[in-house]
């Protein structure tokens, strides 16, 4: 979400320890669990290659989740996932998938490892062949998006069965990466959002979006809908944002194409099959960036890296990142409701002492542990990616609401 604009933003840094009201989730959270095969699973708090961080926006209960295993199926493996829920029970979906799906994944995973060692198809991840002929990128990217398509089916069909959480009108978004040694698998379910931080030759911070934001009107996506006869239109009041509605009803108006839950809308094109990706990481890949769109509708994809890449303690970098939305929010949209937020970093290389105490190579610069105040030095910011963000208002921009009813219609999609 956000306008056009011409300059790159400035940022005027200013410590700051005002409104630290509820920046994690209720307090309820252990910081570190230990699951089957030695698992490591973070709800909260930072690890040596891992930052996370959320904060309850201003318009009820915090419906943001999140999660980090590491050495996940017993191995040298991180998991990590967003989930953003919507609806009147989304936090509870949130939490329900923050807890099934990556213990579905985990389970998915040693199940297929089993019937590849008897397969005598194991250790084909880096640089080997199978007896197939299959090269190992190809063969672990196969076997981890069997496993994710598996495991996130498992975790909406559990969830409709559920009867302690009332999804037929709630639901979440899921964005996850997997990452093994030189690999990255990617699964996306809705407008949550992996953003990857690269270099160039120039050694420049370059953002890479990982996902596409899976919105009703993305062609593919309006295609499936429309043959399962749900219908997309948007509101005259927010004529850019395009909604899944039932055939018969003018409910639910949905915002995304993809979801766990929302079981109204399942006969009629929503779906919970996520979106999968593979990228091979290099060296000059820095880390990677999962949030929901409480980050994204105020910030640029080139903000946000520019941001993580400054912190002085990379353990801070998803709180700091939050701090700047929160105030970006308020400064730059003062008439709307801040939306919560929950980001994780996942670094790719073990921080060195130099990278505790150099700014960023960009010129951006270095960032303290305390919080932050914001002030836009330019009255408009430019994105540097290609991807649009949604915005419209009185002031420019509002903020998209997940379900709304008792539609105006302006524009069918």
Known sequence: ????????????????????????RDGEDDDENIADDGAIVR???????????????????NQDAMTVWENLAGEDMFFCGVFDGHGPLGHKIARYARDTLPSKLHSAIKR???????????????????????????????????????????????????????????????????????????????????????RSSKNQLIPIQLTVDLKPNVPSEAERINICKGRIFALDEEPDVYRIWMPEDDCPGLAMARAFGDFCLKDYGLISCPEISHRKLTANDEFVVLATDGIWDVMSNQEVIKIVSSVKDRSTAAKTLVSFAVRTWRSKF??????????????????????????????GSSVSRAEFSVHRKSKSVKSEDNFERESKGSDGVSTINSFIKIPRISHVF
């Open 334 to 363: 003062p008439c709307s409701r801040i939306d919560d937020c929950a980001v994780i970093c996942l670094f790719f290389k073990e921080e060195t002492v130099a990278s505790k105490s150099t700014s960023d190579v960009n010129g």
């Open 43 to 61: 709800l909260q708090g930072p690890s040596a290659f891992t930052s996370m961080f959320t904060k309850q926006g201003k318009k009820g209960i």
């Open 1 to 24: 979400m956000g306008t056009c604009c011409s300059k790159e933003p400035l940022y005027e840094v200013v410590s700051e320890d005002r409104d630290e009201k509820q920046y994690v």
């Open 112 to 198: 297929s490892q089993i019937s590849d060692a008897s397969a005598g198809q194991n250790n084909f991840v880096n640089g080997s062949t199978d007896k197939d002929g299959n090269d190992g990128e190809n063969f672990f990217f196969n076997s981890m998006k069997a496993s994710l398509i598996k495991s996130f089916s498992e975790t909406d069909d559990e969830l409709s069965l559920d009867s302690a959480i009332d999804s037929f009108c709630s639901g979440t978004t899921a964005v996850t990466v997997i990452k093994k040694g030189d690999h990255l698998v990617v699964a996306n379910l809705g407008d949550s959002r992996a953003v990857l931080c690269t």
